[in-house]
């Protein structure tokens, strides 16, 4: 089957089948990670959409908007080679109506680690997330476990609003060395890149350990002395991302973000005590 490729909601409209739609968003510039999403995809549904959308209202006035790769054409060829149905790429002009004023607050959830440091950044997330979702009317959407507070919040979002739509999450893609795939990896010199293993080298330290207190511990000790500029290092629920207590048993997540020179990566892992 060939790909289709629609650049607006009247074009999606014509691809989209009417049986079970998969749908994977995405922000582009597709690497192994994003392809392993696909491959869930594929196996749930019977019409695999991708979407493709650098989605500005999740961007700070000072982040990475303008400088996001943008790669279509190399990402089109991935999608065919992983045998998506649709590919829907619209353009911002046709997401957002100029005097667009209702949006999907995360809530207070929303404020915290990630959101703490990126102030609204979830709150567009939800929008453009919610968005894709009454255009394109998947029964299944698939996320990556990579962007752990966005997939909770999105879990979150389909139970407070009711929404019919099956959310599945993905495990983290990670290169040989540990280092979990990113679209922003290729900003990173070779220095950068060796010194971002921190990231997962600490998350690691913290997994080899048995009780909360000496996870954070050890963790934080990698990163004391890495070059990284780090935002937090966090133990956290992971369907409420509220700090885990020290006598706490159960499934969490250990959550770290850093800055690499000027890229800001981010990294997680699943942990069970
Ligand atoms: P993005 O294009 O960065 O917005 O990511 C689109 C989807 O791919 C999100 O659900 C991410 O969590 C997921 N994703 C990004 N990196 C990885 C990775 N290394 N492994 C698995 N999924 C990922």
Redesign the pocket.
Known sequence: MELIVAHDRAGLDKARSSGSVAL???????????R??IRMARAMGEQVVVSIFVNPLQFGPDEDYARYPRTLAADLEICAEEGVDVVFAPSPDDMYRPDRQVSVSAGEMGTIVEGAVRPGHFDGMLTVVLKLFNLVRPGIA??????AQ??ALIRRMVVDLDLPIEIVG?????EGDGL????RNRYLTSDDRHAALALSRALRAGAAEREPAAVRAAAREVLASSALEVDYLVLVDPATFAEVPDSYRGEAVLAVAAKVGSTRLIDNLPLTF
């Open positions: 994977v968003p995405t922000m582009g510039a597709l690497h192994e990670g994003h392993s999403l698939v996320f990556g476990q990579k962007d966005q997939l993905a495990p983290t893609v990670r979990a795939l990113s679209s």
